[in-house]
T-cell receptor, first 110, second 113 residues
Framework: RKEVEQDPGPFNVPEGATVAFNCTYSNSASQSFFWYRQDCRKEPKLLMSVYSSGNEDGRFTAQLNRASQYISLLIRDSKLSDSATYLCVVNEVGWGALIFGKGTTLSVSS | ETGVTQSPTHLIKTRGQQVTLRCSSQSGHNTVSWYQQALGQGPQFIFQYYREEENGRGNFPPRFSGLQFPNYSSELNVNALELDDSALYLC????????????FGPGTRLLVL
């Protein structure tokens, strides 16, 4: 079983749509959780950290359910510029190694 | 930008050769990690260096080795290159104890023929 599993993509949505990505992780000892965004042929960039209480950054909302070992990312009012690959990431025992999911590709069209 | 740089940006090698990739971390960042990202996959953790010592390693063979220098630069060395080593190699730096945000460099794209 893969350590971090994400929805298979790609997601193709029109501008203005709401889209949700889901992710599960296998190690219950995982301590920190993130969503990274990666544009084509570029490095991953931190989109947001994910907390049990849920957190929101503008059009982006992330949720964590530790009991179900489940992480989600909701994007509202999608923009063309949101087109990218979204990577679900966990950090085990807080010592540095980030465990990445395979990524889900989002394509927003006009 | 993250302040993390990598060189070269692209590289072509043949099977059996050796390669050295370089990373310059943000000033003051004492921890650097290296990742391998194959096409269509998420990055995979290779190893981490803290204060010039390797202190964590992923599922990669010994022919993947590294060095970290006092001037916040580091190297990834790969010996006996195989076709499957073709990937984007990313380094990420952070200041241990100051949160877990890692800052990624732009990567080196390696093609092994």
């Amino acid at each position: 079983r893969k350590e971090v599993e994400q929805d298979p993509g790609p997601f193709n949505v029109p501008e203005g749509a709401t889209v949700a990505f889901n992710c599960t992780y296998s190690n219950s000892a995982s301590q920190s959780f993130f969503w990274y965004r990666q544009d084509c042929r570029k490095e991953p960039k931190l989109l947001m950290s994910v907390y049990s209480s849920g957190n929101e950054d503008g059009r982006f909302t992330a949720q964590l359910n530790r009991a179900s070992q489940y992480i989600s990312l909701l994007i509202r009012d999608s923009k063309l510029s949101d087109s990218a690959t979204y990577l679900c990431v966990v950090n085990e025992v807080g010592w540095g190694a980030l465990i990445f999911g395979k990524g889900t590709t989002l394509s927003v069209s006009s | 930008e993250t302040g993390v740089t990598q060189s070269p940006t692209h590289l072509i090698k043949t099977r059996g050769q050796q390669v050295t990739l370089r990373c310059s971390s943000q000033s003051g960042h004492n921890t650097v990690s290296w990742y391998q990202q194959a096409l269509g996959q998420g990055p995979q953790f290779i190893f981490q260096y803290y204060r010039e010592e390797e202190n964590g390693r992923g599922n990669f063979p010994p022919r993947f080795s590294g060095l970290q220098f006092p001037n916040y630069s580091s190297e990834l060395n790969v010996n006996a290159l195989e076709l499957d080593d073709s990937a984007l190699y990313l380094c990420a730096s952070r200041l241990a104890g100051e949160g877990e945000t890692q800052y990624f460099g732009p990567g080196t794209r390696l093609l092994v023929l």
